[in-house]
């Protein structure tokens, strides 16, 4: 239903979506680079929840359910991002490369900061096996709806033109002068958002209880969640341009197709 109504508007209603591409931060060979950044970070990630799930804790929990769930669903992501950093895939299968990426960010940014909150409240909180398990379908449930929810307040504004180049809500040209800063800033950023992780675990556990600084890493991973949640939905709609939008692919040489160059919708109406 939401993608019958997207494929009522026009590529000039997408303009801003495109921005991302233009300032080449979703190349599809820096792509690759994010894909094999984060097999790297996924296996990590994937300690780190086995960590927070300690069996010892807690062992009436029958969390090898939860942890099987989590470790295929990231089996299957690094062997899909082994696949699409390949030159020869992702260059002819663009808009699955971008597929591959954005489920891959979503588990690495959203989906491990569920799971650890959930095994690190269990830590911190005496629940029943049937609590934990009411709350971590109600938190996903939550997280879904929040999802749908961004995705049709984007459908919105779409339609209501806030994504034009010639919006007055978003300057296109600060918003893709924003895009080209934010790429070239890409290095410092992770390595600054690596040190603040240290410097405030270091901080939580040199001036806080045990558990008062669970609790902050459980409200620290849920917030995590939603905003992954949130970064995704934005995903969704430029996996859209991607599929239905010559001009939001790369040809062969890793140069963006003209604006106006295909519509795929309005090719199968024809």
């Known amino acids: 239903m939401l993608l019958k109504r997207l494929d009522k508007l026009e590529e000039s209603d997408f303009a801003l979506f495109r921005t991302s591409f233009e300032s080449g931060r ?21 300690f780190g929840i086995f960590a927070a799930a300690d069996p010892t804790m807690h062992p009436e929990y029958n969390k090898a359910i939860l942890l099987s769930i989590q470790y295929i669903l990231t089996f299957i992501l690094i062997i899909c991002s082994i696949i699409f950093s390949i030159p020869a895939v992702y260059r002819n299968y663009q808009t699955g490369q971008l597929i591959v990426v954005s489920l891959m960010l979503l588990n690495f940014i959203s989906i491990f900061p569920y799971f650890a909150a959930l095994f690190m409240l269990v830590r911190t909180v005496s629940l029943s096996e049937k609590a934990f398990f009411i709350l971590a379908i109600g938190m996903l449930l939550l997280g879904i709806s929040f999802l749908i929810a961004i995705i049709v307040r984007l459908q919105r504004s779409l339609a209501n033109g806030d994504f034009r180049r010639e919006s007055k809500k978003h300057n296109y040209e600060k918003v893709l002068k924003r895009e080209r800063s934010t790429f070239s800033k890409l290095p410092e950023f992770i390595i600054a958002a690596t040190g603040f992780v240290f410097i405030l675990e270091f901080l ?8 008062i600084e669970n609790m902050i890493f459980v409200i620290l991973f849920f917030a995590l969640f939603f905003m992954g949640m949130y970064l995704f939905a934005y995903s969704v709609i430029s996996i859209y341009c991607k599929k239905r939008f010559s001009s939001f692919n790369f040809d062969k040489e890793g140069n963006l197709q003209p604006w106006g160059s295909g519509d795929r919708k309005k090719r199968d109406i024809v």
């Open 26 to 46: 979703q190349t599809p060979d820096n792509l690759r680079n994010v894909l094999i950044l984060g097999i790297i970070g996924q296996l990590l990630s994937g």
């Open 204 to 211: 939580l556990e040199g001036f806080l209880s045990g558990d």
